[in-house]
């Protein structure tokens, strides 16, 4: 599987962007998606996560309220909707699959542990 974000750009401070991430080169079924971030200088951390069936997500606490995570399977794409930006969620966002259920995909998930990932895009948010 092999996964393709985009979407990322400028923006000003309480502006919105829509990430995407398609997948293709294999099956989809089954995947728990997830999205990253890694600003400059810090360790890459987990953002959110959806289930296969876009039935269950979850979210850190500093993106909750703001951040949308949503997935439409027979396009192979997984969503992040982000509003209200600021200028520390600066970053280079990545999305990444993990081959397995939800409540096991997302403790994975959580601790950077995906069996596929995207190449980036990057979000800068202007103040």
């Known amino acids: 599987v092999q996964l393709q974000a985009s979407g990322g750009g400028l923006v000003q401070a309480g502006g919105s962007l829509r990430l995407s991430c398609a997948a293709s080169?294999?099956?989809?079924?089954?995947?728990?998606m997830g999205w990253f971030r890694q600003a400059p200088g810090k360790e890459r951390e987990f953002v959110a996560a959806?289930?296969?069936?876009?039935?269950?997500?979850y979210y850190v606490d500093f993106v909750k309220g703001r951040f949308t995570i949503s997935r439409e399977n027979a396009k192979n794409t997984v969503y992040l909707q982000m509003n209200s930006l600021k200028p520390e969620d600066t970053a280079v966002y990545y999305c990444?699959?993990?081959?397995?259920?939800?409540?096991?995909?997302?403790?994975?998930?959580?601790?950077?542990?995906?069996?596929?990932w995207g190449q980036g895009t990057q979000v800068t948010v202007s103040s």
């Open positions: 990444a699959a993990k081959a397995s259920g939800w409540t096991v995909g997302t403790l994975k998930l959580r601790k950077g542990e995906a069996d596929f």
């Open positions: 080169g294999g099956t989809f079924s089954g995947y728990t």
């Open positions: 959806i289930s296969w069936e876009g039935t269950y997500t």
